[in-house]
């Protein structure tokens, strides 16, 4: 099993549609990430987590929400979809007692959630 | 400008080859720096952590060059599973880790 699980894998869905993308981890980590991906510009950040009570905006957090409803749990909410926010959608954790020098760490992502908003 | 710039490829080279990238950052503040592989269709995957005196593991070598903000990748004696896309990540003080566009290489039997 994997130690980082995204659900569901892929959701299509339409216009004006409330969406959650779910993430759970069994690797002990205490931060938690949210990136959204489209061709040609990377992996962007939407929400990140450094425990269960700090939640932080990313680069592109309009149109999204969060939830860290227990520290193996960070979900994404699109609460009216619109179509470009059709993208690959990763999550993925980092333990800070790991990230010495580097404050955030390595990352381990999650297998990704492919989304279509027709 | 972008944070972090690649050239998005794709590199097409031949089994054996050396093929090295490039990636340049914007922020002199930046402090770490790391490749990060990502197969199609799969997610990202730490290749390595990149130290200013420059390391290696195997083929692969990771430089970097403050004085230009730039960080390069070398793999020498390319193997058909190298084919991937190769990502340049900074981390920049306090936040969360910040990814190029990725550059994509395609090693031809």
């Known amino acids: 099993d994997a130690d980082v699980t995204q659900t569901p894998r892929n959701r299509i869905t339409k216009t004006g549609k409330r969406i959650m993308l779910e993430c759970s981890q069994t690797?002990?980590?205490?931060?938690m990430y949210w990136y959204r991906q489209d061709p040609g510009l990377g992996l962007r950040l939407i929400y990140y987590?450094?425990?269960?009570?700090?939640?932080n905006k990313g680069e592109i957090s309009d149109g999204y929400s969060v939830s860290r409803q227990a520290q193996a749990k960070f979900s994404l909410s699109l609460e009216s979809a619109i179509p470009n926010q059709t993208a690959l959608y990763f999550c993925?954790?980092?333990?800070?007692?790991?990230?010495?020098?580097?404050?955030?760490?390595?990352?381990?992502f999650g297998e990704g959630s492919r989304l279509t908003v027709l | 400008r972008k944070e972090v710039e690649q050239d998005p490829g794709p590199f097409n080279v031949p089994e054996g080859a050396t093929v090295a990238f490039n990636c340049t950052y914007s922020n002199s503040a930046s402090q770490s720096f790391f490749w990060y592989r990502q197969d199609c269709r799969k997610e990202p995957k730490l290749l390595m952590s990149?130290?200013?005196s420059g390391n290696e593991d195997g083929r692969f070598t990771a430089q970097l060059n403050r004085a230009s903000q730039y960080i390069s990748l070398l793999i020498r004696d390319s193997k058909l599973s190298d084919s991937a896309t190769y990502l340049c990540?900074?981390?920049?003080?306090?936040?969360?880790?910040?990814f190029g566009s990725g550059t994509r290489l395609q090693v031809q039997p």
């Open positions: 990540v900074v981390g920049t003080g306090r936040r969360a880790l910040t």
């Open positions: 987590s450094f425990d269960v009570k700090d939640i």
């Open positions: 690797k002990g980590h205490d931060r």
């Open positions: 993925a954790t980092s333990d800070s007692r790991l990230a010495g020098t580097n404050w955030a760490g390595e990352l381990f």
């Open positions: 990149v130290y200013s």
